[in-house]
T-cell receptor, first 114, second 111 residues
Framework: DAGVIQSPRHEVTEMGQEVTLRCKPI?????LFWYRQTMMRGLELLIY????????DSGMPEDRFSAKMPNASFSTLKIQPSEPRDSAVYFC????????????FGEGSRLTVL | DQQVKQNSPSLSVQEGRISILNCDYT??????FLWYKKYPAEGPTFLIS?????DKNEDGRFTVFLNKSAKHLSLHIVPSQPGDSAVYFC??????????FGKGTSLLVTP
């Protein structure tokens, strides 16, 4: 079975532009997570879904960030408008066993905002 | 506010020796702890975990120790191999809440 698939792998954009990151979780996994990795803060949870429903979005930094999960096989993380401080690697992860179980991560989307 | 802290950003160890990676946490409600390993340009992958009811869990060359009174856990790799060179993330959770990760420790195992 394929792992978690993220796209794009790399994104370079200019400040003010809209950015959309995409994720396909492992089939059958009911939990989907979005994490962001930076040097300063390490891996921080942005939001997670259970059965396509957002459960905890307290890590979403500002209203510029939004995430959706329209169905069990697809999720998006959108940043509008983007700012240079949003530059980071964004990881999507899915889990079969819940929030405290083993997470399976995608390869990440490296975002650079100029 | 980091609840999981990995105070050593990097560690260098000779091949064949023991690698010890440390992690401290502040939330006494954490009851499950995990270590993830990350190679460049890849996502983190699960390595080993431990429940708060145990103080040690072993899996091959990897052993995790938990000291609840000190709010400290460590990952021991014996013997260390060059392929172990990666960033190691400590993570913790309490029931019903998502994992908190540390900032990671970059391990370099030299031949």
């Amino acid at each position: 079975d394929a792992g978690v698939i993220q796209s794009p792998r790399h994104e370079v954009t200019e400040m003010g532009q809209e950015v959309t990151l995409r994720c396909k979780p492992i089939s059958g996994h009911d939990y989907l997570f979005w994490y962001r990795q930076t040097m300063m803060r390490g891996l921080e949870l942005l939001i997670y879904f259970n059965n396509n429903v957002p459960i905890d979005d307290s890590g979403m930094p500002e209203d510029r960030f939004s995430a959706k999960m329209p169905n069990a096989s697809f999720s998006t993380l959108k940043i509008q408008p983007s700012e240079p401080r949003d530059s980071a690697v964004y990881f999507c992860a899915s889990s079969l066993t819940g929030v405290t179980g083993e997470l399976f991560f995608g390869e990440g989307s490296r975002l650079t905002v100029l | 506010d980091q609840q999981v802290k990995q105070n050593s950003p990097s560690l260098s160890v000779q091949e064949g020796r023991i690698s010890i990676l440390n992690c401290d946490y502040t939330n006494s409600m954490f009851d499950y702890f995990l270590w993830y390993k990350k190679y460049p340009a890849e996502g983190p992958t699960f390595l080993i975990s431990i429940s708060s009811i145990k103080d040690k869990n072993e899996d091959g060359r990897f052993t995790v120790f938990l000291n609840k009174s000190a709010k400290h856990l460590s990952l021991h790799i014996v013997p260390s191999q060059p392929g172990d060179s990666a960033v190691y993330f400590c993570a913790a959770s309490n029931s019903g809440y998502a994992l908190n990760f540390g900032k990671g420790t970059s391990l370099l195992v030299t031949p």
